[in-house]
């Protein structure tokens, strides 16, 4: 068969990208090896992991949250197995989405293992052994990550008793007592979900803050928040030893600066040290495709590898490794195939955590504005001093805008806080523009909203805020 375009992987990049080059007036193929679409993100990440973080708060909010509204619940139980089969559910109908769009977008999908043969060339190998050849103008890798172990020690991932996200999100019961090594995105979320629903859960972590990539002040009070909840810390704590005993497993960690390890255990221990770029299996190095020092596929500023009609987007390439940024990749890449020009503004890619509360940021950090030698102004504003919060029982977090000190321009906004998600759009769409604090704070916010924060952290930034 012969298609101007086939996709190997189907998670968020790859789909995307496969849907928009059809739409361009694009054949194009996709080749997943997995049973279903959607990749990573719609099977065993994004989607299953928000199902339930939201069902795990409902439950810790009707258990323990609503006595101070007046509203008297008793008698609330956990229904585990109904739990995990409304993440299923949402999972089939996420997944079964990719596959209605490929229909009405006459993508051709092949369910297979895809290798890339050369220039111009895929093999399909099927799960009976059985082998396709496929052939198209180009190629797009889109293999995603897979999960990455703790550097020098030797962990047997059994998704049992020691498990990757992937195992944690189908936990067979609550924990009684959890470990979570690395105190990143994916560790503080499932983290929060076991912890909601019962398990006494610890984080270690290598480094000295959690959310090592986020703004400092914003990681200090999101720990500050998960602990009152109940979330002990280990951090600068270097892991040494994750053992499976009779009963749980064992974790013995160091001081990172020297002194004593010690030894913690636990029913389930989730490693969440990060993902790594999957290449597994394509024959890039037969296909002559060059990878960096970190295993990711190689490529210039229009997503090109070293060969002629090869292309990679999403985890496979540098960048941050998420959905959106795999997506607006597959878009681009779509339409610089289409001769149109296709473009990702990588200095304004959100990123949320999807704690509760919620943490969410775009652009730089104070500390990268710092090490740049950028002069700036910071606005802050606390929902402490939002009536909407205050009515909502949201009170905790802030919002935190930095402006440009000479041209005003805004060149970070961070916030924590209930529903902070949905709120940090609103930055996005301003940096895109390239606004300033000025021209988010000049902006009628509805009343009352949590997004009124926002609003007054920018009038901070600026001038003064008015209601604090
Ligand atoms: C628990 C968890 C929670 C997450 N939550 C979020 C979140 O809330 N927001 C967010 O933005 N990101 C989140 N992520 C990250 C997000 O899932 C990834 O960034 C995203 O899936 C990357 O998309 P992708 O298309 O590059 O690759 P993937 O989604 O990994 O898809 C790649 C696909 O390629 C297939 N494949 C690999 N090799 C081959 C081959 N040789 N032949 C055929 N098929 C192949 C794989 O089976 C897979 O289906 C989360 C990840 C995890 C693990």
């Not at 797009?140 to 990550?145: M, P």
């Not at 986020?214 to 951090?235: R, Y």
């Not at 295993?295 to 070293?306: A, W």
Request: hydrophobic residues 40%.
């Amino acid at each position: 068969m012969s298609y101007d375009l086939i996709v190997i992987g189907s998670g968020p990049g790859g789909y995307v990208c496969a849907v928009k080059a059809s739409q361009l007036g694009m054949k194009v193929a996709v080749v997943e090896k997995r049973a279903t679409y959607g990749g990573t993100c719609l099977n065993v990440g994004c989607i299953p992991s928000k199902a339930l973080l939201h069902a795990s708060e409902q439950y810790a909010h009707a258990a323990h949250g609503m006595e101070s509204l007046g509203v008297k619940l008793s008698g609330v139980e956990l229904d585990h197995d109904k739990l995990l089969a409304h993440k299923d559910s949402v999972v089939k109908s996420n997944v079964e989405g990719v596959a209605f769009l490929f229909k009405k977008n006459k993508i051709d999908g092949f369910q297979g293992t895809g290798k890339v043969v050369s220039a111009g060339k895929v093999q399909v190998t099927k799960e009976d052994g059985s082998t396709e050849d496929l052939e198209a103008k180009n190629i797009v890798i889109a293999t995603g990550s897979d999960v990455a172990g703790i550097p020098g020690v030797d962990v047997a991932i059994d998704e049992e008793t020691i498990v990757s996200s992937t195992g944690a999100i189908a936990l067979k019961k609550v924990p009684e007592k959890m470990i979570v090594v690395g105190g990143g995105v994916i560790g503080l979320e499932l983290g929060s979900v076991w912890s909601r629903l019962g398990a006494k859960v610890t984080v270690v972590e290598f480094l000295d803050k959690i959310l090592g990539t986020m703004d400092g002040e914003v990681s200090k009070q999101t720990q500050k928040l998960l602990a009152k909840q109940g979330l002990d810390f280990k951090l600068s704590a270097k892991v040494t030893a994750v053992e499976k005993g009779k009963k749980g497993a064992k974790v013995t960690f160091e001081p990172v600066k020297g002194g004593d390890a010690e030894t913690l255990d636990a029913d389930i221990v989730l490693i969440s040290t990060g993902r790594k770029p999957y290449t597994e299996g394509l024959g890039l190095e037969d296909a002559g495709v060059k990878l960096d020092d970190r295993g990711r596929v190689e490529i210039d500023g229009h997503f090109k590898t070293n060969v002629e009609g090869i292309y990679a987007i999403g985890d496979v390439v540098k960048g941050p490794m998420l959905a959106h940024k795999a997506e607006d990749e597959g878009v681009a890449l779509a339409e610089i195939l289409a001769g149109q020009a296709g473009h990702v503004n990588y200095d304004v890619i959100p990123s949320v955590v999807y704690t509760q509360p919620e943490v969410a940021s775009v652009g730089k950090t104070e500390e990268e504005l710092k090490k740049g030698g950028v002069a700036y102004n910071v606005g802050k504003f606390p929902f402490m001093a939002n009536g909407r919060a205050r009515a909502m029982e949201t009170t905790d977090g802030f919002v935190k805008v930095l402006a440009d000190k000479e041209t005003d321009r805004v060149l970070g906004v961070h916030i924590v806080g209930f529903g902070a998600g949905e709120m940090i759009q609103e930055a996005s769409v301003l940096m895109e523009f390239g606004g300033s604090s000025e021209d988010l704070g000049r902006t009628c916010h509805a009343h009352p909203t949590m997004s009124e924060a926002v609003k007054e952290a920018a009038m901070a930034a600026f001038f003064k805020p008015i209601h604090m």
